[in-house]
C-alpha cells in the first residue's frame, strides 16, 4: 500500500506531466521522424534516417525545448487557466512555480548542450528558439494577430531545424509546411475563442477580446477556405502518393468545420472545433506514410539493396 509521502510524489509527477504536456511528445518525436523520412529526406534509405545519430539528438533537443516551452507558458497563464481550464489547473498547480522553473532552466541548458555536439549553428539555433518561446509566452501571445502568428510560427520551427540538417530546400516541403502552418493558425486563433473569458479577465488582447467573436470567426473562414491553396498544389503539383486522400479528407472535414463554427457560441462547442483541428494535424502526422506505403508494407526503400 502507498504512504501518503510516495502517493504526493506519484501525483507531482503526473502534475509535471501535465505541464509539459507529456501526451503531445510521442506524437512530435513521430512527426518528426516521419517527415523526415518521407519529405525532408526521401532520397536517403529510411533506415539510415532512423539510425542517424545526429537526427536523434536533433529531434531530442527539440522535444526537450518544445516540453520546456510549455513550462514556460504554463507558468506565464497559470491565473488564466484557472478561468478556462479549471481541472487541469489544480492538477498542474501540484508542481510550485519555482520547480516549474527549475525544470525549465534544467531542460534547456540539456538541450543547449547537446545541440553544441552537432554544431555551434545547432546550438545558436535551439538557442534563439528557446528565447522565442520565452518572448512569446512573456509578451506577444497577449497581442492580437501577431501572438497567433507567432505561435503557428513557433510550433513548425522544429522542423526547420530537421530541415537545415538535410539541407533539401524542395518547393514540397515549403507547400506541406503552409497547410500544416495554417492549421496550426486557425487552431491558434480557436484557442482565442474558447479561452475568452480568461483572456479577458486578465487583459489579454486577443483578436476575439479586441475586435469582436464575429470578426474572429470571419477571419478563421477565410484562413480556412485558403488551405484550399497549398492542398491544391501538393496534389496536383507534386507527387504525394496516397496521401492525397488524406488532404481531399481534411478538406471536406474543414467544410462542417466552418459550418459549425458559426453555429458554435460557448467554450464546450470552441473546444469541440479544437478537438476536429487537432484530430486533423495528427492524422495528418499518420498519413505521411502514404506518400510512399512501399516503406513500410514491403520494406522496400527501406534498405535500398
Do not use: C
Request: proline share 3%.
Amino acid at each position: 500500500m502507498l504512504t501518503r509521502k510516495t502517493k504526493l510524489l506519484l501525483m507531482k509527477i503526473l502534475g509535471l506531466f501535465s505541464v509539459v504536456r507529456g501526451y503531445n511528445i510521442p506524437i512530435i518525436v513521430l512527426a518528426q521522424y516521419l517527415s523526415s523520412i518521407f519529405i525532408l529526406a526521401p532520397e536517403k534509405r529510411a533506415l539510415e534516417v532512423i539510425l542517424d545519430w545526429r537526427l536523434l539528438i536533433i529531434v531530442f533537443v527539440s522535444t526537450l525545448t518544445i516540453a520546456s516551452g510549455y513550462i514556460i507558458n504554463n507558468f506565464y497563464d497559470s491565473e488564466k487557466d484557472l478561468i478556462n481550464r479549471p481541472n487541469k489547473s489544480m492538477l498542474d498547480r501540484l508542481v510550485s512555480q519555482q520547480t516549474k522553473l527549475q525544470v525549465y532552466f534544467g531542460l534547456n541548458f540539456i538541450a543547449t548542450a547537446l545541440a553544441f555536439i552537432i554544431s555551434f549553428r545547432a546550438a545558436l539555433f535551439f538557442a534563439v528558439y528557446i528565447f522565442l518561446i520565452w518572448f512569446y509566452s512573456h509578451k506577444l501571445k497577449k497581442y492580437p494577430i501577431i501572438g497567433n502568428l507567432t505561435a503557428s510560427l513557433l510550433a513548425v520551427l522544429p522542423f526547420f531545424g530537421i530541415l537545415l540538417y538535410f539541407k533539401n530546400f524542395y518547393s514540397v516541403i515549403f507547400a506541406h509546411a503552409t497547410f500544416l502552418f495554417l492549421l496550426i493558425l486557425i487552431r491558434e486563433m480557436i484557442k482565442d475563442l474558447e479561452n475568452i473569458k480568461g483572456d479577458m479577465a486578465n487583459d489579454y488582447q486577443t483578436i476575439p477580446v479586441r475586435f469582436g467573436e464575429k470578426i474572429s470567426k470571419q477571419i478563421i473562414t477565410a484562413l480556412t477556405i485558403g488551405t484550399v491553396i497549398p492542398v491544391y498544389i501538393l496534389v496536383e503539383k507534386f507527387n504525394v502518393g496516397y496521401m492525397d486522400i488524406y488532404f481531399y479528407m481534411s478538406l471536406i472535414v474543414l467544410i462542417f468545420f466552418i459550418l459549425k463554427l458559426w453555429k458554435s457560441n460557448s467554450h464546450q462547442e470552441y473546444l469541440q472545433l479544437h478537438n476536429i483541428l487537432k484530430m486533423i494535424i495528427i492524422t495528418g502526422v499518420f498519413s505521411i506514410v502514404l506518400i510512399d506505403p512501399s516503406v513500410l508494407i514491403h520494406g522496400r526503400n527501406l534498405l535500398k539493396i
